[in-house]
Protein backbone atom coordinates (compact mmCIF):
# COMPACT_ATOMS: atom_id res chain seq x y z
CA UNK A 1 0.00 0.00 0.00
CA UNK A 2 1.48 3.46 -0.67
CA UNK A 3 1.27 6.07 1.97
CA UNK A 4 2.21 9.54 1.49
CA UNK A 5 3.00 12.11 4.40
CA UNK A 6 2.97 15.63 4.48
CA UNK A 7 4.07 18.36 6.61
CA UNK A 8 1.61 20.62 8.94
CA UNK A 9 3.40 23.31 7.11
CA UNK A 10 1.70 22.40 3.54
CA UNK A 11 -2.10 22.94 4.83
CA UNK A 12 -2.33 26.41 3.72
CA UNK A 13 -1.08 25.60 0.08
CA UNK A 14 -3.70 21.89 0.32
CA UNK A 15 -6.48 24.51 1.19
CA UNK A 16 -5.40 26.68 -1.99
CA UNK A 17 -5.26 23.27 -4.05
CA UNK A 18 -9.08 22.48 -2.85
CA UNK A 19 -10.29 26.06 -4.44
CA UNK A 20 -8.38 25.29 -7.34
CA UNK A 21 -10.04 22.12 -7.98
CA UNK A 22 -13.16 23.64 -7.16
CA UNK A 23 -12.62 26.37 -9.79
CA UNK A 24 -11.21 23.09 -12.42
CA UNK A 25 -14.56 21.29 -11.89
CA UNK A 26 -16.37 24.09 -12.63
CA UNK A 27 -14.61 24.70 -16.25
CA UNK A 28 -14.76 20.56 -16.65
CA UNK A 29 -18.51 20.73 -16.12
CA UNK A 30 -18.55 23.56 -18.92
CA UNK A 31 -17.00 20.94 -21.31
CA UNK A 32 -13.64 22.20 -21.44
CA UNK A 33 -10.33 20.42 -20.02
CA UNK A 34 -9.38 22.22 -16.75
CA UNK A 35 -5.82 22.86 -16.11
CA UNK A 36 -4.08 23.24 -12.91
CA UNK A 37 -1.42 23.75 -13.26
CA UNK A 38 0.20 22.50 -16.69
CA UNK A 39 2.09 19.18 -16.01
CA UNK A 40 2.94 16.14 -17.63
CA UNK A 41 3.22 12.88 -16.30
CA UNK A 42 6.59 10.08 -16.90
CA UNK A 43 7.29 7.10 -15.53
CA UNK A 44 10.68 6.13 -13.93
CA UNK A 45 12.38 3.40 -12.29
CA UNK A 46 13.81 3.96 -8.88
CA UNK A 47 17.43 4.85 -10.26
CA UNK A 48 15.61 7.85 -11.64
CA UNK A 49 15.46 6.24 -15.70
CA UNK A 50 12.73 7.07 -17.77
CA UNK A 51 10.94 3.82 -18.43
CA UNK A 52 8.03 5.37 -20.29
CA UNK A 53 7.48 9.02 -21.59
CA UNK A 54 5.34 10.62 -23.74
CA UNK A 55 2.89 13.71 -23.86
CA UNK A 56 0.47 12.35 -21.11
CA UNK A 57 -1.38 14.77 -19.18
CA UNK A 58 -1.92 12.51 -16.13
CA UNK A 59 -0.79 8.95 -15.34
CA UNK A 60 -2.52 6.67 -12.79
CA UNK A 61 -1.36 3.15 -11.56
CA UNK A 62 -4.02 0.80 -11.92
CA UNK A 63 -2.50 -2.47 -10.80
CA UNK A 64 -1.08 -5.87 -12.41
CA UNK A 65 1.58 -3.53 -13.51
CA UNK A 66 -0.68 -1.49 -15.40
CA UNK A 67 -0.96 2.33 -16.01
CA UNK A 68 -3.70 4.33 -17.64
CA UNK A 69 -2.02 7.36 -19.21
CA UNK A 70 -4.65 10.36 -20.41
CA UNK A 71 -3.51 12.30 -23.92
CA UNK A 72 -4.70 15.71 -22.65
CA UNK A 73 -4.22 18.22 -19.76
CA UNK A 74 -4.64 17.12 -15.85
CA UNK A 75 -8.29 18.11 -15.44
CA UNK A 76 -11.03 16.78 -12.45
CA UNK A 77 -13.20 15.02 -15.66
CA UNK A 78 -9.36 13.96 -17.27
CA UNK A 79 -10.99 10.33 -17.30
CA UNK A 80 -13.14 11.47 -20.02
CA UNK A 81 -10.08 12.23 -21.95
CA UNK A 82 -8.27 9.86 -24.76
CA UNK A 83 -6.47 7.00 -22.53
CA UNK A 84 -3.61 4.37 -23.09
CA UNK A 85 -3.40 1.17 -21.26
CA UNK A 86 0.31 0.96 -20.56
CA UNK A 87 2.97 -1.73 -19.19
CA UNK A 88 5.61 -1.17 -16.56
CA UNK A 89 7.85 -0.98 -19.40
CA UNK A 90 5.91 1.12 -21.82
CA UNK A 91 3.93 -1.31 -24.44
CA UNK A 92 1.08 -0.33 -24.98
CA UNK A 93 -2.48 -2.90 -24.45
CA UNK A 94 -5.48 -1.72 -26.55
CA UNK A 95 -8.95 -3.60 -25.23
CA UNK A 96 -11.20 -3.63 -28.01
CA UNK A 97 -13.25 -0.20 -28.57
CA UNK A 98 -16.60 -0.44 -29.85
CA UNK A 99 -16.86 1.74 -33.38
CA UNK A 100 -16.87 5.21 -32.92
CA UNK A 101 -15.86 5.71 -28.87
CA UNK A 102 -13.18 5.80 -27.50
CA UNK A 103 -11.49 4.28 -24.28
CA UNK A 104 -10.98 6.23 -21.22
CA UNK A 105 -10.16 3.22 -18.21
CA UNK A 106 -10.72 -0.31 -17.52
CA UNK A 107 -12.12 -1.72 -14.26
CA UNK A 108 -11.09 -5.02 -12.68
CA UNK A 109 -13.74 -7.18 -11.65
CA UNK A 110 -12.80 -7.40 -8.02
CA UNK A 111 -9.57 -5.38 -7.53
CA UNK A 112 -6.46 -5.73 -9.46
CA UNK A 113 -5.13 -9.20 -10.51
CA UNK A 114 -2.18 -10.66 -8.79
CA UNK A 115 0.09 -10.70 -11.39
CA UNK A 116 1.57 -8.24 -13.99
CA UNK A 117 -0.52 -8.10 -17.20
CA UNK A 118 1.78 -7.83 -20.29
CA UNK A 119 -0.63 -8.23 -23.21
CA UNK A 120 -5.02 -8.12 -23.85
CA UNK A 121 -5.42 -11.43 -23.80
CA UNK A 122 -4.46 -11.57 -20.01
CA UNK A 123 -6.68 -8.99 -19.42
CA UNK A 124 -9.59 -10.34 -17.11
CA UNK A 125 -12.19 -11.59 -19.28
CA UNK A 126 -15.27 -10.06 -16.63
CA UNK A 127 -13.49 -6.66 -16.99
CA UNK A 128 -15.13 -3.41 -17.78
CA UNK A 129 -13.98 -0.38 -19.70
CA UNK A 130 -15.01 3.05 -19.60
CA UNK A 131 -16.04 4.89 -23.06
CA UNK A 132 -16.44 7.95 -24.26
CA UNK A 133 -18.21 9.94 -27.37
CA UNK A 134 -19.41 12.90 -27.74
CA UNK A 135 -22.81 12.55 -26.53
CA UNK A 136 -21.13 11.30 -22.94
CA UNK A 137 -19.39 8.50 -21.36
CA UNK A 138 -20.57 4.64 -20.95
CA UNK A 139 -19.56 1.15 -20.50
CA UNK A 140 -18.69 -1.73 -22.57
CA UNK A 141 -17.46 -5.56 -21.89
CA UNK A 142 -14.20 -6.91 -23.02
CA UNK A 143 -15.55 -8.41 -26.34
CA UNK A 144 -16.36 -4.97 -27.46
CA UNK A 145 -20.06 -4.69 -27.04
CA UNK A 146 -21.83 -1.75 -25.53
CA UNK A 147 -23.17 -2.11 -21.92
CA UNK A 148 -24.39 0.90 -21.66
CA UNK A 149 -24.57 3.60 -23.90
CA UNK A 150 -22.43 6.40 -23.53
CA UNK A 151 -24.34 9.41 -23.31
CA UNK A 152 -23.73 10.42 -19.21
CA UNK A 153 -22.18 13.35 -18.47
CA UNK A 154 -19.96 11.95 -16.14
CA UNK A 155 -19.41 8.38 -14.51
CA UNK A 156 -18.80 8.59 -10.16
CA UNK A 157 -16.86 5.30 -9.78
CA UNK A 158 -17.34 1.76 -9.11
CA UNK A 159 -17.92 0.05 -5.90
CA UNK A 160 -18.26 -3.58 -5.23
CA UNK A 161 -19.21 -4.31 -8.55
CA UNK A 162 -21.81 -1.06 -8.88
CA UNK A 163 -20.93 1.81 -11.60
CA UNK A 164 -22.76 5.31 -10.69
CA UNK A 165 -24.00 7.86 -13.40
CA UNK A 166 -25.19 10.74 -13.45
CA UNK A 167 -27.01 12.09 -16.52
CA UNK A 168 -27.44 16.13 -15.67
CA UNK A 169 -30.89 15.46 -13.61
CA UNK A 170 -30.00 12.65 -10.94
CA UNK A 171 -27.39 9.86 -10.39
CA UNK A 172 -28.27 6.54 -11.12
CA UNK A 173 -26.52 2.75 -10.44
CA UNK A 174 -25.51 -0.22 -12.74
CA UNK A 175 -24.27 -3.21 -12.62
CA UNK A 176 -22.06 -4.71 -14.89
CA UNK A 177 -24.69 -6.03 -17.22
CA UNK A 178 -26.12 -2.22 -17.35
CA UNK A 179 -28.80 -3.20 -15.63
CA UNK A 180 -30.59 -0.64 -13.48
CA UNK A 181 -32.48 -1.16 -10.14
CA UNK A 182 -30.11 1.26 -8.41
CA UNK A 183 -31.68 4.38 -8.04
CA UNK A 184 -31.74 4.64 -4.42
CA UNK A 185 -29.45 2.69 -3.50
CA UNK A 186 -26.43 3.57 -1.23
CA UNK A 187 -24.03 3.57 -4.07
CA UNK A 188 -26.07 6.96 -5.47
CA UNK A 189 -26.10 8.31 -1.67
CA UNK A 190 -22.80 8.07 -1.84
CA UNK A 191 -22.71 10.79 -4.55
CA UNK A 192 -25.07 13.36 -2.91
CA UNK A 193 -23.94 16.96 -2.16
CA UNK A 194 -24.95 16.84 1.22
CA UNK A 195 -23.86 14.01 2.39
CA UNK A 196 -20.06 13.04 3.44
CA UNK A 197 -19.37 9.23 3.36
CA UNK A 198 -16.80 6.41 4.01
CA UNK A 199 -15.94 3.25 3.13
CA UNK A 200 -18.71 0.50 2.62
CA UNK A 201 -17.56 -2.51 4.66
CA UNK A 202 -19.54 -5.31 7.00
CA UNK A 203 -23.08 -4.17 4.69
CA UNK A 204 -22.16 -0.53 6.39
CA UNK A 205 -21.09 3.00 5.50
CA UNK A 206 -20.50 5.68 7.49
CA UNK A 207 -22.48 9.23 6.34
CA UNK A 208 -23.04 13.04 7.68
CA UNK A 209 -25.29 15.32 6.54
CA UNK A 210 -24.96 19.14 7.23
CA UNK A 211 -21.91 21.32 7.02
CA UNK A 212 -18.97 20.68 9.73
CA UNK A 213 -19.35 21.63 13.09
CA UNK A 214 -20.42 20.44 16.69
CA UNK A 215 -23.95 19.95 15.36
CA UNK A 216 -22.68 17.53 12.99
CA UNK A 217 -23.80 14.05 13.67
CA UNK A 218 -22.41 10.55 12.10
CA UNK A 219 -24.17 7.37 11.27
CA UNK A 220 -24.46 4.52 9.40
CA UNK A 221 -26.63 3.70 6.28
CA UNK A 222 -27.02 -0.49 5.35
CA UNK A 223 -26.12 -1.95 1.80
CA UNK A 224 -29.58 -1.07 0.48
CA UNK A 225 -29.11 3.18 1.33
CA UNK A 226 -31.65 2.78 4.83
CA UNK A 227 -30.26 4.16 7.70
CA UNK A 228 -29.51 1.47 10.55
CA UNK A 229 -27.74 3.59 12.72
CA UNK A 230 -29.18 6.72 13.74
CA UNK A 231 -26.64 9.75 13.27
CA UNK A 232 -25.20 10.07 17.15
CA UNK A 233 -21.64 10.39 16.95
CA UNK A 234 -19.33 13.66 16.52
CA UNK A 235 -17.08 11.17 14.18
CA UNK A 236 -17.44 7.73 13.11
CA UNK A 237 -15.00 5.19 10.83
CA UNK A 238 -15.72 2.66 8.57
CA UNK A 239 -16.62 -0.60 10.14
CA UNK A 240 -13.98 -3.29 9.87
CA UNK A 241 -14.40 -6.76 8.00
CA UNK A 242 -14.73 -8.40 11.61
CA UNK A 243 -18.04 -6.35 12.47
CA UNK A 244 -16.63 -3.39 14.42
CA UNK A 245 -16.36 0.26 13.95
CA UNK A 246 -14.82 2.88 16.02
CA UNK A 247 -17.38 5.78 16.78
CA UNK A 248 -16.63 9.00 18.92
CA UNK A 249 -19.16 10.47 21.70
CA UNK A 250 -18.86 14.41 22.85
CA UNK A 251 -18.15 14.65 26.47
CA UNK A 252 -20.50 16.66 28.57
CA UNK A 253 -18.18 19.87 27.69
CA UNK A 254 -18.74 19.16 23.93
CA UNK A 255 -15.75 19.52 23.22
CA UNK A 256 -13.64 16.61 24.03
CA UNK A 257 -14.59 13.47 22.63
CA UNK A 258 -14.22 9.64 23.69
CA UNK A 259 -13.97 6.69 22.25
CA UNK A 260 -15.76 3.46 21.74
CA UNK A 261 -16.35 0.43 19.52
CA UNK A 262 -19.86 -0.36 18.12
CA UNK A 263 -21.16 -3.88 16.41
CA UNK A 264 -23.49 -3.78 13.02
CA UNK A 265 -26.32 -3.28 15.46
CA UNK A 266 -24.70 0.42 17.07
CA UNK A 267 -24.64 -1.72 20.26
CA UNK A 268 -21.05 -0.30 22.37
CA UNK A 269 -18.58 -3.30 22.53
CA UNK A 270 -15.94 -1.16 24.13
CA UNK A 271 -14.77 -2.51 27.41
CA UNK A 272 -13.22 0.77 28.25
CA UNK A 273 -14.01 4.46 26.66
CA UNK A 274 -10.51 5.74 25.00
CA UNK A 275 -9.69 8.87 24.01
CA UNK A 276 -8.57 7.68 20.64
CA UNK A 277 -8.11 4.44 19.19
CA UNK A 278 -6.17 3.61 16.00
CA UNK A 279 -7.41 1.88 13.68
CA UNK A 280 -6.56 -2.23 13.80
CA UNK A 281 -3.08 -3.21 12.25
CA UNK A 282 -1.40 -6.47 12.01
CA UNK A 283 -4.24 -7.47 14.69
CA UNK A 284 -3.39 -4.45 17.16
CA UNK A 285 -4.72 -1.20 17.37
CA UNK A 286 -3.22 1.92 20.04
CA UNK A 287 -5.27 2.98 22.36
CA UNK A 288 -5.06 6.48 24.45
CA UNK A 289 -6.06 6.16 28.04
CA UNK A 290 -6.70 9.55 29.93
CA UNK A 291 -5.50 8.82 33.89
CA UNK A 292 -6.35 10.02 37.13
CA UNK A 293 -3.70 12.88 36.97
CA UNK A 294 -4.89 13.93 33.66
CA UNK A 295 -2.39 13.10 31.57
CA UNK A 296 -3.08 10.53 27.87
CA UNK A 297 -1.18 7.32 27.98
CA UNK A 298 -0.83 4.65 25.15
CA UNK A 299 -0.89 0.84 24.53
CA UNK A 300 -1.81 -2.07 22.56
CA UNK A 301 -5.12 -4.19 22.31
CA UNK A 302 -5.80 -6.98 20.70
CA UNK A 303 -9.40 -7.44 18.52
CA UNK A 304 -10.48 -9.08 22.01
CA UNK A 305 -9.95 -6.10 23.88
CA UNK A 306 -7.15 -7.08 25.87
CA UNK A 307 -3.66 -5.11 26.62
CA UNK A 308 -0.76 -6.75 24.35
CA UNK A 309 0.91 -3.31 25.18
CA UNK A 310 -0.31 -1.72 28.59
CA UNK A 311 -1.23 2.45 28.51
CA UNK A 312 2.10 3.44 29.62
CA UNK A 313 3.49 5.24 27.09
CA UNK A 314 3.36 8.76 26.01
CA UNK A 315 3.86 8.12 22.31
CA UNK A 316 3.65 4.83 20.31
CA UNK A 317 3.08 4.84 16.60
CA UNK A 318 2.54 2.06 14.35
CA UNK A 319 5.26 1.70 11.93
CA UNK A 320 4.63 -2.51 10.81
CA UNK A 321 2.93 -5.71 12.25
CA UNK A 322 5.28 -5.99 14.90
CA UNK A 323 7.17 -2.38 15.25
CA UNK A 324 6.41 0.99 16.53
CA UNK A 325 8.07 3.99 17.62
CA UNK A 326 7.58 4.66 21.07
CA UNK A 327 9.02 7.10 23.71
CA UNK A 328 7.71 6.62 27.73
CA UNK A 329 7.95 9.88 28.79
CA UNK A 330 9.02 13.67 27.29
CA UNK A 331 12.41 13.94 27.06
CA UNK A 332 13.40 10.04 27.56
CA UNK A 333 14.87 8.30 23.99
CA UNK A 334 12.40 7.65 21.13
CA UNK A 335 12.40 3.80 20.16
CA UNK A 336 11.43 1.29 17.79
CA UNK A 337 9.71 -1.56 19.80
CA UNK A 338 8.44 -4.66 19.09
CA UNK A 339 4.94 -6.18 20.47
CA UNK A 340 6.71 -7.39 23.43
CA UNK A 341 7.81 -3.84 24.22
CA UNK A 342 11.64 -5.07 23.67
CA UNK A 343 14.00 -2.15 22.37
CA UNK A 344 15.21 -3.14 18.93
CA UNK A 345 16.97 0.15 18.26
CA UNK A 346 16.90 3.82 18.98
CA UNK A 347 15.69 6.66 16.74
CA UNK A 348 16.67 10.40 16.79
CA UNK A 349 14.83 12.13 20.30
CA UNK A 350 13.21 14.79 18.42
CA UNK A 351 11.22 12.56 15.67
CA UNK A 352 7.47 14.04 14.63
CA UNK A 353 7.33 11.22 11.55
CA UNK A 354 8.12 7.69 11.29
CA UNK A 355 6.70 5.18 8.96
CA UNK A 356 8.00 1.87 7.60
CA UNK A 357 8.29 0.14 4.19
CA UNK A 358 9.45 -3.06 4.17
CA UNK A 359 11.98 -2.99 6.89
CA UNK A 360 12.93 0.59 5.72
CA UNK A 361 12.05 2.44 8.80
CA UNK A 362 12.22 6.76 7.90
CA UNK A 363 12.43 9.03 10.60
CA UNK A 364 11.76 12.59 10.18
CA UNK A 365 12.80 14.74 13.08
CA UNK A 366 13.53 18.70 13.73
CA UNK A 367 16.94 20.05 14.56
CA UNK A 368 17.97 23.69 14.60
CA UNK A 369 20.70 25.28 12.32
CA UNK A 370 22.80 28.17 14.18
CA UNK A 371 22.56 30.95 11.38
CA UNK A 372 24.29 34.29 11.99
CA UNK A 373 20.39 36.22 12.71
CA UNK A 374 18.78 33.71 13.58
CA UNK A 375 18.28 30.00 14.42
CA UNK A 376 16.12 27.93 11.90
CA UNK A 377 14.30 24.91 12.22
CA UNK A 378 14.81 22.28 9.55
CA UNK A 379 13.49 18.95 9.48
CA UNK A 380 16.40 16.29 8.67
CA UNK A 381 15.88 12.15 8.18
CA UNK A 382 17.62 8.84 8.49
CA UNK A 383 16.55 5.67 7.55
CA UNK A 384 17.12 2.48 8.95
CA UNK A 385 17.46 -1.08 8.20
CA UNK A 386 15.32 -4.16 10.32
CA UNK A 387 18.13 -3.91 12.12
CA UNK A 388 18.39 -0.58 13.47
CA UNK A 389 21.53 0.31 10.90
CA UNK A 390 21.46 3.81 9.35
CA UNK A 391 21.12 3.29 5.67
CA UNK A 392 20.56 6.98 4.33
CA UNK A 393 21.60 10.21 6.61
CA UNK A 394 19.41 13.45 4.78
CA UNK A 395 20.69 16.71 5.21
CA UNK A 396 17.24 18.37 4.87
CA UNK A 397 13.79 16.97 3.78
CA UNK A 398 10.65 18.61 3.96
CA UNK A 399 8.35 16.04 2.23
CA UNK A 400 8.03 12.45 2.79
CA UNK A 401 6.91 9.42 0.79
CA UNK A 402 7.24 5.62 0.82
CA UNK A 403 6.15 2.54 -1.20
CA UNK A 404 7.33 -0.91 -1.57
CA UNK A 405 10.73 -1.23 -0.49
CA UNK A 406 11.14 2.83 -1.83
CA UNK A 407 11.92 5.88 0.65
CA UNK A 408 11.16 9.24 -1.34
CA UNK A 409 12.22 12.74 -0.10
CA UNK A 410 12.79 16.31 -1.40
CA UNK A 411 14.05 19.25 0.39
CA UNK A 412 11.90 21.49 -0.73
CA UNK A 413 8.30 22.11 0.20
CA UNK A 414 6.25 23.57 -2.38
CA UNK A 415 4.87 20.98 -4.68
CA UNK A 416 4.70 23.66 -7.61
CA UNK A 417 8.47 24.47 -8.10
CA UNK A 418 9.48 22.87 -11.30
CA UNK A 419 12.92 21.93 -9.79
CA UNK A 420 12.25 20.34 -6.60
CA UNK A 421 15.03 17.40 -6.04
CA UNK A 422 14.21 14.24 -4.91
CA UNK A 423 16.31 11.49 -3.61
CA UNK A 424 15.18 7.82 -4.05
CA UNK A 425 16.41 5.23 -1.11
CA UNK A 426 15.96 1.63 -1.23
CA UNK A 427 18.07 -1.08 1.19
CA UNK A 428 20.89 -0.37 -0.41
CA UNK A 429 21.44 3.09 -0.18
CA UNK A 430 20.40 5.61 -1.98
CA UNK A 431 19.82 4.93 -6.22
CA UNK A 432 18.98 8.01 -7.38
CA UNK A 433 19.97 11.65 -6.33
CA UNK A 434 18.87 15.10 -7.53
CA UNK A 435 15.69 14.01 -9.29
CA UNK A 436 14.39 17.09 -10.59
CA UNK A 437 10.54 17.01 -10.71
CA UNK A 438 7.78 18.86 -9.10
CA UNK A 439 6.53 15.87 -7.77
CA UNK A 440 7.03 11.84 -7.58
CA UNK A 441 4.36 9.19 -6.96
CA UNK A 442 5.00 5.69 -6.10
CA UNK A 443 3.59 2.98 -7.24
CA UNK A 444 5.01 -0.65 -7.10
CA UNK A 445 7.16 -2.87 -9.19
CA UNK A 446 9.81 -0.81 -8.91
CA UNK A 447 8.12 1.82 -10.90
CA UNK A 448 7.51 5.80 -10.00
CA UNK A 449 5.43 8.25 -11.82
CA UNK A 450 7.36 11.69 -12.03
CA UNK A 451 5.60 14.78 -12.65
CA UNK A 452 7.07 17.89 -14.48
CA UNK A 453 6.01 21.46 -15.67
CA UNK A 454 4.86 21.23 -19.10
CA UNK A 455 5.87 25.08 -20.75
CA UNK A 456 4.14 24.30 -24.07
CA UNK A 457 1.67 26.82 -24.73
CA UNK A 458 -1.63 25.95 -25.27
CA UNK A 459 -4.07 28.45 -27.91
CA UNK A 460 -7.33 25.86 -27.25
CA UNK A 461 -6.45 26.44 -23.36
CA UNK A 462 -6.11 29.85 -23.72
CA UNK A 463 -8.82 30.58 -26.14
CA UNK A 464 -11.60 28.66 -24.04
CA UNK A 465 -10.34 28.95 -20.58
CA UNK A 466 -9.89 32.62 -19.52
CA UNK A 467 -8.63 31.51 -15.43
CA UNK A 468 -6.00 29.73 -16.91
CA UNK A 469 -5.07 32.73 -19.46
CA UNK A 470 -2.10 33.88 -16.77
CA UNK A 471 0.02 30.57 -16.69
CA UNK A 472 -0.92 30.21 -20.65
CA UNK A 473 0.84 33.49 -21.44
CA UNK A 474 3.92 32.79 -19.33
CA UNK A 475 4.17 29.82 -21.49
CA UNK A 476 3.50 31.95 -24.54
CA UNK A 477 6.17 34.10 -23.93
CA UNK A 478 9.01 31.01 -23.36
CA UNK A 479 8.22 29.41 -26.39
CA UNK A 480 7.77 32.13 -28.91
CA UNK A 481 9.50 35.67 -28.84
CA UNK A 482 6.18 38.08 -29.03
CA UNK A 483 8.65 41.43 -29.83
CA UNK A 484 9.05 41.65 -33.65
CA UNK A 485 5.75 39.20 -33.80
CA UNK A 486 3.87 39.86 -36.87
CA UNK A 487 -0.38 40.48 -35.73
CA UNK A 488 -1.93 37.85 -37.48
CA UNK A 489 1.36 35.81 -36.42
CA UNK A 490 -0.41 36.72 -32.73
CA UNK A 491 -3.91 37.00 -33.86
CA UNK A 492 -3.36 33.16 -34.92
CA UNK A 493 -2.09 32.10 -30.91
CA UNK A 494 -3.99 34.16 -29.31
CA UNK A 495 -7.13 34.81 -31.26
CA UNK A 496 -9.20 38.10 -31.69
CA UNK A 497 -8.19 40.93 -28.84
CA UNK A 498 -11.25 41.06 -27.08
CA UNK A 499 -11.15 45.18 -27.42
CA UNK A 500 -8.74 47.02 -29.29
CA UNK A 501 -5.54 45.37 -28.79
CA UNK A 502 -6.45 43.77 -25.51
CA UNK A 503 -6.37 40.24 -24.36
CA UNK A 504 -8.78 39.90 -21.32
CA UNK A 505 -6.86 37.39 -18.41
CA UNK A 506 -8.06 36.42 -14.92
CA UNK A 507 -10.97 38.66 -13.36
CA UNK A 508 -13.11 38.22 -10.25
CA UNK A 509 -16.01 40.63 -8.67
CA UNK A 510 -13.45 43.12 -7.78
CA UNK A 511 -10.29 43.56 -10.87
CA UNK A 512 -10.54 42.88 -14.09
CA UNK A 513 -6.86 41.86 -15.79
CA UNK A 514 -5.48 42.31 -19.12
CA UNK A 515 -2.74 42.01 -21.35
CA UNK A 516 -2.52 45.16 -23.45
CA UNK A 517 -0.09 44.69 -26.77
CA UNK A 518 1.30 47.84 -28.22
CA UNK A 519 2.56 47.39 -32.61
CA UNK A 520 3.68 49.54 -35.16
CA UNK A 521 4.10 48.47 -38.74
CA UNK A 522 2.12 45.18 -38.31
CA UNK A 523 4.55 44.23 -35.57
CA UNK A 524 4.79 43.97 -31.79
CA UNK A 525 6.50 46.57 -30.31
CA UNK A 526 5.36 45.97 -26.35
CA UNK A 527 3.10 44.51 -24.08
CA UNK A 528 2.06 45.48 -20.77
CA UNK A 529 -0.30 44.01 -17.80
CA UNK A 530 -3.05 46.55 -17.10
CA UNK A 531 -5.43 46.07 -13.48
CA UNK A 532 -8.89 47.84 -13.24
CA UNK A 533 -10.29 47.26 -9.95
CA UNK A 534 -13.80 48.02 -8.68
CA UNK A 535 -13.20 51.61 -8.47
CA UNK A 536 -12.94 51.20 -12.12
CA UNK A 537 -9.19 52.96 -10.64
CA UNK A 538 -6.70 51.81 -13.62
CA UNK A 539 -3.18 50.38 -12.86
CA UNK A 540 -1.09 50.41 -15.53
CA UNK A 541 2.10 48.56 -15.40
CA UNK A 542 5.46 49.48 -17.63
CA UNK A 543 5.04 48.39 -21.17
CA UNK A 544 8.02 45.52 -22.05
CA UNK A 545 9.95 45.81 -25.07
CA UNK A 546 12.22 43.01 -25.21
CA UNK A 547 11.75 39.22 -25.46
CA UNK A 548 11.57 37.98 -22.27
CA UNK A 549 10.67 34.73 -19.89
CA UNK A 550 8.06 35.61 -17.72
CA UNK A 551 8.47 33.65 -14.17
CA UNK A 552 4.92 33.58 -12.31
CA UNK A 553 4.69 33.12 -8.68
CA UNK A 554 2.28 29.73 -8.35
CA UNK A 555 -0.01 31.98 -5.93
CA UNK A 556 -0.09 34.45 -9.02
CA UNK A 557 -1.04 32.04 -11.28
CA UNK A 558 -4.35 32.16 -9.61
CA UNK A 559 -5.03 35.49 -8.00
CA UNK A 560 -3.63 38.21 -10.57
CA UNK A 561 -2.68 40.67 -8.44
CA UNK A 562 -1.05 43.88 -9.23
CA UNK A 563 0.95 43.12 -5.81
CA UNK A 564 2.52 40.54 -7.13
CA UNK A 565 5.35 41.40 -9.96
CA UNK A 566 6.50 38.80 -12.06
CA UNK A 567 10.23 38.40 -12.34
CA UNK A 568 11.16 38.90 -16.10
CA UNK A 569 14.33 37.18 -17.74
CA UNK A 570 15.81 38.24 -21.07
CA UNK A 571 15.99 35.94 -23.80
CA UNK A 572 18.78 34.50 -24.74
Given at each position: MISSIYHLRQFKWLCSLLVSLTIG?????????????????????????????????????????????????YSCDWHREKSHLLTRDGKEIRPKVPQGTVFTDIYFPSGAPEKDIDSAEALPPNSVIEIHTEKGVGLANMAGDIILEP????????????FTFYDDKKWDAFDPQGKSNQADSIYVKMFRANVSHGKLCAGRIAFSEGADGPKKLWGYYDSEGKVCIAPSFSKASDFTEDGFARVWLPYNDGRTRRCVLIDRSGK?????????????????????????????RKGLIDKKQHYVLQPEWEKLDYLSDNKYAAQSRAGKALNVIDTNGKVLFEIPHSTTIATETEGLV????????????????????????????????????????????????????????????????SKSGVTADGIIACRIQPTTNDRLIKTYIYKKFSPEIWKNIEHDRPAEFANFLREFDFIGM????????????????????????????????????????????????????????????????????WAEVYSFSARNEPRFVLKE
Open positions: LSHAQAGLSATFPQLRDVIIDSHGHEVVHGDFSAIRYKGAGLFLAAEFYKYRQIGGCWDGITISANEYEDISEYRGGCAVVAIRSKDDAVACLYSAYLNDEKVSRAHSFMKVFDSQGKVVSNQSQTEELAVSDGMILCTPDPNIFLKERRWTIIPRPRVEQLLGPPDFKTCYRTASDCTSMNWIEVQYKDGLVTGWRRVYRDFTRTEFNKPWVTVNVTYDFS
